[in-house]
């Protein structure tokens, strides 16, 4: 069984033992052992990271273009290899994987542009006789802590910036999608980064995680994954004076008015709701639905679940992949259940047979709820949507905007007057019109309001705010 190590200072090192990768479409096929690092490792990947910083952070935006539009480059040719590999450790389908290592491909040559373009700004002073500077620099050392559900994607949109600006990283990802990352920091490795730029430590949460958490030697924290993961990040980087990033999930709206072209809806929550197995952040998990269109909604949703192909993800004609793994089936099976037991409708959420052993779960869609039930309250992170019925635009609006997060939003309607509105007064990050809530582009900002994200935007131009600090230079002649 092939062994993955861990890479500190330029060298792929052992950890103090491994963990299995396990592809969730069928259990016994085993993808290797990936290694644990321990927390002196840790230590030791960040200590290289400190030490790479003294030139990386004075290198020519030159070399950090060519190293990021190498690794763009190479990403994007090996994008079937790298597409089969994210599929199976992951468990999206063969095309959403493909998709995703294309994505990652666009975002390194995206930032590779970006190191060319740190401008800064030279201001009059409002006193006589001095010059102002603004300037950016790199922070330091960034650690970054990324999760399961788009395990090549995620990482690329924090290391590229990250490298691009000048910081030098420590990356750890989740313990049950360790493979995605791993070739991506062999191929920045490849690409020529000096030892210590790039530095993958992979293993626990509660080990390696921690310990860049709480390390005085690293500069910043980005972190995607659960609430209650973040918010003990940010309590530890508040202590340790870390500037930090959280992403951390929603509870979509998509809200569905009597005008909207019922099949652009249904595609829109089709899609937003139920594809990449209902596991990305921007899921649209609450379809608020006026009471003129609800039941031919309803029946078309159920119509169209009913056609879906749910299976493995390396089957091509697959278009629902499994849950990640068993611990993830268990909660959504448990949302469900106690969906029912507060009253609501279930379609479908039943395990689906397969040839090989794997965690299949057919899409569920809930009806008859009402917006304090659980099922509308918390992520369940799982091709599990519920529907509220309202009366009118107001009601919709008031229902989406009822909740603790406010990442993304969605609105299906022929209204210019209604889209507008909703445009201005929902409370998320993004908002789509027409479309579903998942599904970005990656040179615009990603990110939420509320409980959904902490600290400044990702992806685009708005992440130098994060990656980046300012300095204001004060300048009188004659003495310079
Ligand atoms: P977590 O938030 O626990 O994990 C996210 C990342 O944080 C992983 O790399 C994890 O490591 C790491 N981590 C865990 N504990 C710590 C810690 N104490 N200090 C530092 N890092 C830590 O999410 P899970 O993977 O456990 O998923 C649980 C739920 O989170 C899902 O069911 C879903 O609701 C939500 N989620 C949301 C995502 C989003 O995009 N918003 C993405 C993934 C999950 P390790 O993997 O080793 O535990």
Same mark, same amino acid.
């Given at each position: 069984m092939t062994q993955f190590k861990n890479f500190i200072g330029g060298k792929w090192v052992d950890g103090n033992d491994s963990a299995p990768n396990v592809n969730p479409s069928d259990t016994s096929d085993v993808i290797g052992h990936f290694a644990r690092a321990s927390a002196d490792q840790t230590q030791k990947a960040i200590a290289s990271a400190?030490?790479?910083?003294?030139?990386?952070? *004075?290198?020519?935006?030159?070399? +950090?273009?060519? $190293?990021?539009?190498?690794?763009?480059? #190479?990403?994007?040719?090996?994008?079937?290899?790298?597409?089969k590999l994210l599929a199976r450790e992951e468990g999206?389908?063969?095309?959403?994987?493909?998709?995703?290592v294309g994505r990652a491909g666009q975002i390194f040559k995206f930032f590779a542009g970006e190191a060319l373009r740190v401008g800064g700004e030279i201001v009059p002073s409002v006193r006589p006789? *001095?010059?102002?500077?603004?300037t +950016?620099?790199? $922070?330091?050392?960034?650690?970054?802590? #990324?999760?399961?559900?788009?395990?090549?994607?995620?990482?690329?949109?924090?290391?590229?910036?990250?490298?691009a600006y000048g910081n030098c990283v420590?990356?750890?990802?989740?313990?049950?999608?360790?493979?995605?990352?791993?070739?991506?920091?062999?191929?920045?490795a490849e690409a020529g980064a000096p030892a210590g730029v790039i530095n993958l430590v992979m293993g626990k949460g509660s080990v390696v995680g921690e310990t860049l958490v709480k390390s005085a030697d690293v500069d910043a924290i980005s972190f995607t994954g659960s609430v209650g993961t973040g918010q003990a990040i940010a309590a530890q980087c508040v202590a340790t004076g870390k500037?930090?990033?959280l992403e951390m999930g929603g509870k979509n709206p998509m809200v569905v008015l009597d005008d909207a072209d019922l099949d652009v809806a249904v595609e829109a929550c089709i899609n937003g709701a139920f594809y990449s197995t209902g596991q990305r952040c921007t899921a649209s998990s609450r379809l608020i639905v006026t009471s003129g269109i609800h039941d031919r909604f309803v029946e078309a949703m159920q119509a169209r679940m009913r056609s879906l192909k749910i299976g493995n993800a390396l089957d091509e004609s697959t278009q629902i992949g499994p849950v990640v793994d068993a611990k993830q089936l268990g909660q959504d099976e448990r949302y469900i259940e106690l969906a029912c037991a507060e009253g609501g409708s279930v379609f479908g959420g039943g395990r689906v047979p397969s040839a090989t052993e794997g965690f299949f779960l057919a899409p569920a869609l809930v009806t008859n709820t009402t917006p304090a039930m659980t099922i509308n309250?918390?992520?369940?992170?799982?091709p599990v949507a519920s529907v509220i019925r309202v009366t009118d635009y107001n009601e919709a609006l008031a229902v989406a905007n009822d909740s603790?997060?406010?990442?993304?939003?969605?609105?299906?309607?022929?209204?210019?007057?209604?889209?507008?509105?909703?445009?201005?007064?929902?409370?998320?990050?993004?908002?789509?019109?027409?479309?579903a809530t998942a599904g970005v582009d990656y040179h615009v900002p990603f990110g939420g309001r509320k409980g959904s994200s902490y600290g400044p935007r990702e992806q685009g131009t708005h992440a130098r705010e994060f990656y980046t600090t300012v300095k204001t230079t004060y300048i009188a002649p004659g003495n310079v």
């Open positions: 400190r030490s790479a910083f003294r030139t990386w952070s *004075l290198s020519a935006p030159q070399q +950090r273009f060519d $190293l990021l539009d190498q690794v763009g480059s #190479t990403i994007l040719a090996r994008k079937n290899e790298l597409g999206k389908t063969l095309a959403e994987a493909v998709g995703e006789g *001095l010059t102002v500077e603004v +950016r620099e790199p $922070l330091g050392v960034i650690g970054l802590i #990324t999760p399961w559900n788009f395990p090549i994607a995620i990482p690329a949109w924090k290391i590229a910036p990250a490298l420590v990356v750890k990802p989740a313990e049950l999608v360790p493979g995605s990352v791993w070739e991506l920091v062999k191929i920045i500037k930090f990033q309250r918390e992520e369940v992170f799982g603790p997060f406010g990442l993304s939003a969605g609105i299906c309607t022929a209204s210019l007057a209604h889209a507008s509105h909703f445009k201005r007064h929902v409370q998320a990050g993004m908002v789509m019109v027409n479309t």
